[in-house]
């Protein structure tokens, strides 16, 4: 099974909105809605952020949201702010029944 | 709260077994799926495998002639063996819960060198 496809970096400024995408095929995000995002801070382990393509977990800012499109799942940040500056990742199943990683998309608030 | 606790030796020697233990506090072993996911320095998530239904289990294609993933439900912990490791497989490894991996450890870092 193949990564999914994420952009190596995205940036933006405090209090803008930014997306990032994470690209699949037919025989994962395009079929099923197992699709996940997760932040991860330096030195941190990630934390689950949206999950079955666009649920908030509890305590999680209503600023993230999630989408998906096709083949393509998006996760929006809106409000940028300093401490949203991370690594995100995204999962979906598969039509193997397990999951599969993007590549990870490096976020710098400007 | 759940809590998740990785353990395990931070250094193993090329073509030996790399053996981790995560144990669970707050909450049953015996429902939810148990995942290990690994990251190596500097690279990106890559999931192992995960256990479910206290036994069941299922593995990276990649990785599936080379993993084993146990449970013991009376310690409440669950067990990631890898077998002839190398170099390549230097990575924090972590521990999960969920198929969504709502919850994870604080990860352990394990060099594999001479």
């Known amino acids: 099974q193949s990564a999914l496809t994420q952009p190596a970096s995205v940036s933006g400024s405090p209090g803008q909105s930014i997306t990032i995408s994470c690209t699949g095929t037919s025989s994962d995000i395009g079929t099923y809605n197992d699709v996940s995002w997760y932040q991860q801070h330096p030195g941190k382990a990630p934390k689950l952020m949206i999950y079955?393509?666009?649920i908030r977990p509890s305590g999680v800012s209503i600023r993230f949201s999630g989408s998906k499109s096709g083949n393509t799942a998006s996760l929006t940040i809106s409000g940028l702010q300093a401490e949203d500056e991370a690594d995100y990742y995204c999962t979906s199943y598969t039509s193997n029944t397990t999951p599969v990683f993007g590549g990870g998309t490096k976020l710098t608030v400007l | 709260q759940v809590q998740l606790q990785e353990s395990g030796p931070g250094l193993v020697k090329p073509s030996e077994t790399l053996s981790l233990t995560c144990t669970v506090s707050g909450g049953s072993i015996s429902i939810y799926y148990w995942s290990w996911i690994r990251q190596p320095p500097g690279k990106g998530l890559e999931w192992i495998g995960y256990i479910y239904n206290s036994g069941s289990a299922d593995y990276n294609p990649s990785l599936k002639s080379r993993v084993t993933i146990s449970v013991d439900t009376s310690k409440n912990q669950f067990s990631l063996q890898l077998s002839s490791v190398t170099a390549a497989d230097t990575a924090v490894y972590y521990c999960?819960?969920?198929?969504?991996?709502?919850?994870w450890g604080q990860g352990t870092l394990v060099t594999v060198s001479s």
């Open positions: 079955a393509v666009n």
């Open positions: 999960a819960r969920d198929r969504e991996f709502g919850h």
